[in-house]
Each structure stands twice: as structure tokens, then as C-alpha cells.
């Protein structure tokens, strides 16, 4: 036999970006607890979460507990009695004459065979609700007086069946029963349920939709519709949608008019006050530019179809926009030039000096990164940079942060600048993350290479480095945006020179240039292979890559490796090499090889990476291997020179014949009187794993 479990905890308005997570908290605790109590419920937990209610309905619960016994081991006969009476506490009985003596093997031990009877579920479900809640962790929460227990917002009301019966819950002054209370504004008073159905169906008849899913679905088709029927289209907002979904329990989407005097501004503060100060979604012309009219989300009905509320909500961003307005013309009677003197007074970090500071270091590194950017003018870049922070002291910034930037290009433009400078000046944070378009004109990358350059060296200068999943600074997103920035527009530029030069505009020491540049390379080569990874690249194959050469350090013979593009060609003709038969063969050689001189090497305490001796091939398989690799050696240095990798791969596909042969007819580890001869073969087998080791690390690789 089987119960249903209704629990609904009712409470104040939860913060919409909590809501989410919080459900998936609360159904995946509460399964976990029915488990551990040995009553798994037979079907899926459902969850639900509305702005002002948690919810979990669950099917299938036993109502009773299986019976059980649990055998515990304790200490071997004979052990001291002070060890035997705190074994016989733990698991509840009198005496050592309750338990059994069995050999193990190792010696007689006391073994308790602890019955545990099946316990009706009501008498367990209400300790291992409340363990439920207690495990539920929010960004915030808060204590109040009904109750000692924290939760995101005071708790107004529980309610807690099962089976259609209350199960009492010990939540101090918090209501736990029957009841619960439907739409804020809709409905009034209490409502008594008897179970899951019918608690759905009077929340529905009291205009709450519970199900946060159809409530999303629900507004994202009203959003269309209202704008279909004027010719329009909605801007896509997921995360938009996603909130205003988390404000409402009965969506109402309508639609209001933006006057013309507030159609003059830039359609980017239209955009941005709408959005972030009041959860409106814009609405676009079919040409894609921004239309006079913006769509929103209401949590009530009224007798005149909404019309009081859109009022109200125009009246509102027209004062809102009317504040843009006065900014917006404030701000034009100032150059921009001319704000970057008040730079000055704007720290950018403590350590790090002030944001007129970091305008100059971004100046500097620009022109230096202007060679490895085609088509880039070092006096435009140079420009854009010098301006990119000069809005930060404009009204309009200081309303609408999110617009920095973007408001320099506007008043760059208004003020005669060139538009390749004013686009670079609104591009210098891009891509802000994953999904962001790239920068693609010349000036922009290399306002946005500096931008992002310099705060990973200024920030790693000073020993403020992201930490597990702290990253204050957003550096990890500084690396990635700086990697995509490169791998998009196929730039050769060499890192370790970029960061260096970041480095001198920051003034730092020799050594200390150069330590900073060498941790920041290894640090951005973690973040490629992130990115790499994601874009479904195998990881051994990175790491080949990489390792070859430090993980873009100082490689094994003293160069840094910090090209990217040259990183990612370097991987694409591994993976298509292994993919080969000769390349899997060869691998494998490779790692015999590799095995035998290391166990070698480790047992004899020598190394053996020095020239083999010529005059000690006795056999013809090893004379043609060490003809092999001097010739197919020399094939593939001067391949790596050109910077032709499946040409290198190629040229080594052609010793799988000659390594599978020496290992068939030579025996490497002769006997004692031919030492001398099986250290020229050792130093031979050296000779095959350095020669591949000049493209990628192949130990690396696995399969």
C-alpha cells in the first residue's frame, strides 16, 4: 500500500532567481530522506514554485516500512570490557550474550543482529520533512519570530497531508494543517484541501497557475500574440522571461506605448530602462529596429481589461525616460575628450590605482598590439582606448551602469569622432561571456584585447587570482574573452609578448614581468582547454598539445608556446593522425618505448637521452631504424618550421614500420657481457620518443 504526500510551504515573496533552485533543493532533499528511510516513493517527485509558494506532491509512498536486520560487527572476544560495553550501547542491547561469536578468519569477533521492525511512514515522515527544510540552503535567508527555522522569507503557512490527514510538523508558531490561501489580489481568505488533486484544482480556481513551466509557456504565447497583432515581434529575453515568470502566480501580459519625445533617445537606454528598472520586454519593427511600444507582465485582472494598469505602468516610464532625456542632453554639452581628466578621481582598485591609470596602460598596450591586428590604425586604437572609461563620469552612465561604454560610442560620435573609434570605444568590454558576440573591426579587438590584457596582469600583479569558484574580477571571463577574441579572428598574436607589454605599461620589474606573464599563460591555457573541451575536442589530445611544451610555459627546450592558432592546428592534424591505423600502432610503440627506457633509467639510475653510437648496430632492424628516425627526425623539424603539423604527422606515420620490426627481431635488454650494446639501444628507443615529442607530448594520449 502506497500514500500521497502534499506539502506546500507558503511564505512571503521569494526572490525570482531563487526560485528555481530552491525547488530542485527542496524535491531532491526529500527524496533523498525517503530513501534513507527505506520509502522511496514509485514515482518522480513534482515540484512547484511560485512567488509565494513552495510545493511538492509526491506519489507513492509506502506506508509502512519494511522490516529488517542489520548485522554489526564489534570487538574480538577478549578484547577490554570498556570496548564490549560501548559496542553493546551502540546497538541497544544488555548484554555480550544477546550477540553471536563468529570466526572471521582473523580471530573470533561479537557480531549484533539488530531487528528493525516496520514502522507505520506517518511516524517518521514529519522528523524527515523537517530535515527537508533544513537542508534546503538559500543565497539569503532570513530568522523570524513564528519560527526557529531560517528560510528565504517568514513562513505565513504550512500545509501538510498525507494520505488526506495533517501530519503534524514541529514549526513552532507556523500554521501546519489543511489550509492554504490562493492569488494575493484574486482571492480571498482560506482554502481547506483534501489532497494533491484537489488542492490543484481550487489553487486554479483561485488564479494561482503552480506550475512554473506552463506559467512561462503561458507568457511567452501572450508576448507573441500582443505583439503579432500590431505587426511586431517581441525581443528575445529568456532571462527576462524567466524572471517576471518567478513574479507572477496569475500571468496578465499587455502591452503600452512609448510617447515620441521618449523615442528620440538611443534605442540602448530605451532598451536597458525598460528591462532592468521595470521587467518590460521591448518590442522590434520588422526592419529589427526598436518599436514605440513595450510589452509586461501583470499579476492581476481588472473590470477595464487592463487599461488602469497600462496606464499606470506608462505614466511610470515616461517619468523614468524623462530623467534618460535630461541626461542624455546634460551629457552632450561635455566632450568626451574632456571627461578624461575626471578619470582621475574614479579608483579602479586599490592597489591598482585609479581609472584614469588604467586609460593610459590600455593607450599604451593598444599600440603595441596594433601590429598583430590587420587592418587596426594605431591612432585610432590608441583613441578608442584613451576613451573607452571616459562615460563613466556622465549622468547616463550613473543612471544605467549596464550602458557603459555604449554611451561613450553615442557621445564620441556626437562630439565628430570617427566611427571606427567610437565602435571600438563601445566594444572594449565584448564578449562578455560564452554567448556575446565577438568583436570583428580591427580597432575594437584591439581596444578589447587591452581592456581584458591589462586587467589579468594588473589583477595576477597583485596576487588577486580567481580561487576555486571565486573570481571577483571576473577574470576567468577576462582569459576566455581575450582566447575567443584570437581563435575568431585567427590572430597571430603571441601571447607572452602581449603580456609582457601589459606588464611594462604596469610598470612592473623585470622579473616580475616575467613571472606574472608565465603564471597568466598557464592560466589561460586552463581556460582554452575549457573551451576546447566544451566545443568537444578529447582532452588527452589537449594536453598533448600543451604538455609538449609546458602547458604554454617555458617548454622543454626553452620557447614559449603561445600561439593559439598554432596550439589549435597543432591538435586538429593530432586527432586526424591518431585516427589512422599507423597513428594508433605507432602510439603504441611509442608507449613501449617509452616504458622500457623509463623502468631502465629508474633501475639503473642513468639517463639515456644522449646520441646512440652507430657503430654499435649489429642488426639490420635497428640500422634501419636509426636511419628512419635521422631522416624522418629531420623531415619533421623542418615541417614544425613551416608550421605544417599533418606534414610532420605524415613524415612520422613512416615509422611504424621500421619500430614495429626492431621490436620483433631486437632483444634491448641483452645480456650482462653486452652491456654497452644494450645501452645503445636504450639510447635508440630515447631517439624514437624524442622524435615524436617534437610535435606533441604522446604520453599524453589515451586508448
Not at 496569475?250 to 533617445?265: K, N, Q, R, T
Request: aromatic share 6%.
Amino acid at each position: 500500500m502506497t500514500g500521497e504526500l502534499l506539502l506546500e510551504l507558503l511564505s512571503e515573496e521569494i526572490p525570482a532567481r531563487m526560485q528555481r533552485r530552491a525547488i530542485e533543493e527542496l524535491t531532491r532533499h526529500l527524496d533523498e530522506w525517503l530513501r534513507v528511510h527505506r520509502i522511496p516513493p514509485t514515482e518522480p517527485i513534482r515540484g512547484y514554485v511560485t512567488a509565494r509558494r513552495l510545493t511538492a506532491i509526491v506519489n507513492g509512498i509506502p506506508k509502512q516500512l519494511p522490516e529488517s536486520n542489520e548485522e554489526r560487527r564489534g570487538p574480538r572476544v577478549g578484547a577490554p570490557q570498556q570496548a564490549l560495553d560501548g559496542f553493546l550501547r551502540s546497538v541497544g542491547l544488555d548484554s555480550a550474550e544477546q550477540c553471536e561469536v563468529r570466526d572471521t578468519g582473523r580471530g573470533e569477533f561479537y557480531f549484533a543482529v539488530i531487528h528493525r521492525s516496520g514502522r507505520a511512514a506517518v511516524e517518521v515522515l514529519p522528523d524527515l520533512i523537517y530535515s527537508t527544510l533544513m537542508g534546503v540552503e538559500w543565497p539569503k535567508s532570513m530568522r523570524f519570530p513564528a519560527a526557529r527555522l531560517s528560510w528565504v522569507r517568514p513562513l505565513t503557512s504550512v500545509l501538510c497531508l498525507f494520505d488526506g490527514q495533517v501530519l503534524p510538523l514541529s514549526l513552532d508558531e507556523v500554521p501546519v494543517g489543511r489550509m492554504t490561501r490562493g492569488h494575493r489580489f484574486l482571492s480571498q481568505g482560506e482554502i481547506a484541501v483534501e489532497n494533491a488533486a484537489d488542492y490543484l484544482d481550487r489553487l486554479e480556481a483561485a488564479y494561482v497557475i503552480l506550475d512554473q513551466d506552463r506559467r512561462r509557456d503561458i507568457i511567452a504565447a501572450d508576448l507573441d500574440r500582443l505583439a503579432q497583432n500590431e505587426g511586431l515581434t517581441v525581443k528575445p529575453d529568456p532571462s527576462l522571461l524567466e524572471e517576471v515568470t518567478g513574479l507572477v502566480e496569475f500571468p496578465v501580459v499587455l502591452m503600452g506605448g512609448i510617447d515620441d519625445e521618449s523615442m528620440a533617445l538611443p534605442p540602448e537606454v530605451l532598451a536597458t530602462a525598460m528591462r532592468t528598472h521595470q521587467k518590460y520586454f521591448s518590442c522590434l519593427k520588422p526592419d529589427g529596429s526598436l518599436a514605440p511600444r513595450f510589452l509586461f507582465v501583470a499579476n492581476n485582472l481588472t473590470a477595464d481589461d487592463g487599461k488602469t494598469i497600462v496606464a499606470g505602468n506608462e505614466r511610470v516610464l515616461r517619468a523614468r525616460l524623462a530623467d534618460a532625456r535630461f541626461f542624455w542632453d546634460q551629457d552632450r554639452k561635455v566632450r568626451l575628450e574632456d571627461r578624461v581628466e575626471a578619470l582621475k578621481d574614479r579608483v579602479y582598485y586599490e592597489k591598482l590605482g585609479t581609472v584614469y591609470d588604467k586609460a593610459r596602460r590600455m593607450e599604451a598596450l593598444a599600440e603595441s598590439l596594433v601590429a598583430y591586428v590587420p587592418g587596426a590604425d594605431a591612432a585610432r586604437a590608441r583613441r578608442a582606448a584613451l576613451l573607452a572609461k571616459a562615460d563613466l563620469s556622465t549622468g547616463m552612465v550613473g543612471e544605467f551602469p549596464e550602458l557603459q561604454g555604449t554611451m561613450g560610442r553615442y557621445y564620441a560620435l556626437h562630439d565628430g569622432a570617427d566611427a571606427r573609434v567610437a565602435d571600438g570605444i563601445a566594444d572594449h568590454y565584448k564578449p562578455l561571456g560564452p554567448n556575446d558576440i565577438c568583436p570583428t573591426a580591427p580597432d575594437s579587438i584591439v581596444v578589447a584585447l587591452a581592456d581584458k590584457l591589462d586587467a589579468l596582469v594588473a589583477f595576477f600583479s597583485i596576487g588577486e587570482k580567481p580561487t576555486g569558484s571565486r573570481d571577483p574580477f571576473a577574470l576567468r571571463r577576462a582569459a576566455l574573452g581575450t582566447i575567443r577574441l584570437i581563435l575568431e579572428n585567427e590572430l597571430r598574436l603571441p601571447l607572452m609578448y602581449a603580456l609582457l607589454k601589459a606588464a611594462a605599461a604596469r610598470r612592473l620589474r623585470m622579473e616580475h614581468s616575467s613571472a606574472v606573464a608565465t603564471e597568466l599563460l598557464s592560466f589561460v591555457a586552463d581556460r582554452l582547454k575549457v573551451h576546447l573541451r566544451e566545443s568537444g575536442v578529447r582532452h588527452d589530445l589537449i594536453a598533448a598539445a600543451f604538455e609538449q611544451v609546458g602547458v604554454m610555459g617555458i617548454a622543454r627546450h626553452g620557447k614559449y608556446e603561445d600561439d593559439l592558432i598554432r596550439l589549435l592546428a597543432k591538435v586538429d592534424a593530432l586527432k586526424a593522425f591518431l585516427g589512422t591505423d599507423d597513428g594508433a600502432n605507432l602510439l603504441i610503440a611509442y608507449r613501449r618505448a617509452s616504458n622500457i627506457v623509463t623502468i631502465e633509467e629508474r633501475r639503473d639510475k642513468l639517463q639515456y637521452g644522449q646520441e646512440f653510437d652507430r657503430n654499435l648496430l649489429k642488426q639490420d632492424e635497428e640500422t634501419v631504424l636509426a636511419a628512419s628516425l635521422h631522416t624522418i627526425g629531420g623531415e619533421v623539424k623542418e615541417a614544425l618550421k613551416r608550421e605544417d603539423f599533418h606534414g610532420s604527422m605524415r613524415s612520422l606515420a613512416r615509422l611504424r614500420r621500421p619500430v614495429d620490426e626492431f621490436f620483433d627481431k631486437v632483444t634491448v635488454n641483452t645480456d650482462a657481457e653486452q652491456g654497452q650494446l644494450r645501452v645503445n639501444r636504450l639510447r635508440l628507443l630515447t631517439r624514437i620518443r624524442n622524435t615524436m615529442d617534437q610535435v606533441a607530448d604522446f604520453s599524453q594520449i589515451e586508448g
